[in-house]
């Protein structure tokens, strides 16, 4: 059977999402003062896989990327802050979400469907006047 090398966009170039994650794994763990053989037996690779994730030249699968958020001891957010957001996918779906987005889809379901509606209206209505103005609204 033929092996078929599907390419990206970039060619054989890192994608620029890969080159960021990479570099964040590696902020992090030079924080906490890891090696790469520390990083990499909690991960479960060789220290040699831990670089090219880090260069950004092989892509980090999402479990190997969680295990790696636990044992860096941050939420899976961290490795894409700072992301441009302003052209990519995520600002076509309204960003990365954070820890808050995931808490209000968690506590949604304990309101009544005519609450549900009121804190809608009102998360739009923010997005709207944050999108219009910039403006951060103060409680």
Known sequence: MAKVAIKTPQ???PNPVDLHVGRRVAERRQA??????????AAGVTF??????ERGSNRIAASRLWEMAEFLNVD?????????LSDGPEA???????????EIARR???LSMRNQK???????????VSAETGAEIDV
């Not at 906490?32 to 037996?41: E, I």
């Not at 899976?76 to 441009?84: D, K, P």
């Not at 009121?118 to 709207?128: G, N, S």
């Open 76 to 84: 899976l957010n961290y490795f894409f802050e700072g992301l441009g």
């Open 92 to 102: 076509r779906m309204g960003g990365v979400p954070t820890k808050h987005t995931a």
């Open 32 to 41: 906490l003062r890891y090696s790469q053989a520390q990083l990499a037996q």
């Open 48 to 53: 040699q896989q831990i670089q090219k994730y």
């Open 11 to 13: 060619g054989d170039n």
């Open 118 to 128: 009121l804190v809608l209206d009102l998360i739009q209505q923010l997005a709207r």
């Open 108 to 110: 949604a379901p304990e």
